[in-house]
C-alpha cells in the first residue's frame, strides 16, 4: 500500500529552502549559526577519536538508511557498503557544501530528505535503519524526532545512536546543568542533560545493544557517551 512505497526525498538541494533566520538569531547571531558554526563544527567532530566511534556505531547500517543530523558528511566514510541509498537530513546550507566532496568519494546515492527532524515529510515504514551521530542533544523537540524516525522505519527497523547526554555522576551532572545555557547558544542549541538512552525507549524502542562511557579525549561535562542500536517496536 502506500505507507510502503518510497518517498521521492529530493536530490538537489535548490528542492529544499534553508530556513531564515531565527527572530532571536538576527544580524550577528544568524551568521555564526549560519556560515561559522558549521565549520567550526565540521573541525571539532573530524577528530580520530569521533571517527572511530563512528566505525562502531556505523557497522551493521544496510539497505535504505535515514541519516539525522547529516551535518558536513563526517559520516559517509563509514557507512558500510551494505548501504543502498541515504536520505539525509540536515539544516545548513553550508554544511551540505563542505560535505560535497566526501559525497562526491562514495557511490552510495546521498540525497536531501528535509531541513527538520522532528516533520519529517517522508512516507511511513520505509527505512531499514536511521543514523543519529551527536544531534539528538540539539533538536529542539527531541521526543517528536525520535517518534518520527520510529514513523518512518520498517517494523524491525533500527536506530544507530551515537550521543552525548547525561551523566550518571552527580558533580558531572550539577557542571553540565550549569554550563548547558551557554552551551546551547555557542554550540547550535546543544544540551548537555538529556537521558539520551530514556528517550529512545520512551519513544517506543528496545535498544538491543548499548554502552555509555566517558569519552577519554573530552571533558566530562561534554563527554557523557551514549552508543548503541535500538530496535522499532
Known amino acids: ?20 533566520a531565527r527572530p532571536h538569531e538576527r544580524g550577528g547571531m544568524s551568521i555564526y549559526r549560519e556560515r561559522i558554526l558549521p565549520r567550526l563544527l565540521d ?13 562502531q556505531v556505523c557497522a551493521g547500517l544496510y539497505g535504505e538508511v535515514l541519516e ?42 546521498i540525497e536531501m530528505g528535509g531541513l527538520n527532524g522532528e516533520r519529517l515529510a517522508l512516507t511511513e515504514e520505509q527505512f531499514d535503519c536511521a543514523l543519529s551521530t551527536w544531534t539528538l542533544c540539539s533538536i529542539p523537540d527531541v521526543s517528536l524526532a525520535l517518534k518520527e524516525i520510529h514513523r518512518v522505519l520498517k517494523p524491525g527497523g533500527e536506530l544507530h545512536y551515537l550521543e552525548h547526554g547525561h551523566a550518571p555522576d552527580e558533580s558531572v551532572a550539577r557542571w553540565q546543568s550549569r554550563i548547558e545555557p551557554v552551551q546551547k547558544i555557542i554550540a547550535g542549541g546543544c544540551h548537555l542533560t538529556r537521558p539520551i538512552a530514556d528517550l529512545i525507549t520512551e519513544a517506543g524502542f528496545t535498544i538491543v545493544e548499548s554502552a555509555e562511557y566517558y569519552s577519554p579525549k573530552e571533558p566530562k561535562p561534554f563527554g557523557y557517551t551514549f552508543i548503541g542500536r535500538a530496535q522499532r517496536n
Open 1 to 20: 500500500g502506500a505507507a510502503r512505497q518510497r518517498a521521492s526525498f529530493g536530490t538537489k538541494r535548490s528542492r529544499v529552502q534553508i530556513p531564515a
Open 43 to 55: 573541525k571539532i567532530m573530524d577528530r580520530p577519536s569521533s571517527h572511530v566511534a563512528r566505525d
Open 68 to 109: 539525522i543530523g547529516f551535518g558536513t558528511g563526517l559520516n559517509i566514510s563509514h557507512y558500510p557498503n551494505e548501504v543502498k541509498r541515504v536520505c539525509a537530513i540536515e539544516p545548513s546550507e553550508l554544511g551540505w557544501e563542505i560535505a560535497e566532496p566526501r559525497i562526491a568519494a562514495r557511490s552510495i546515492p
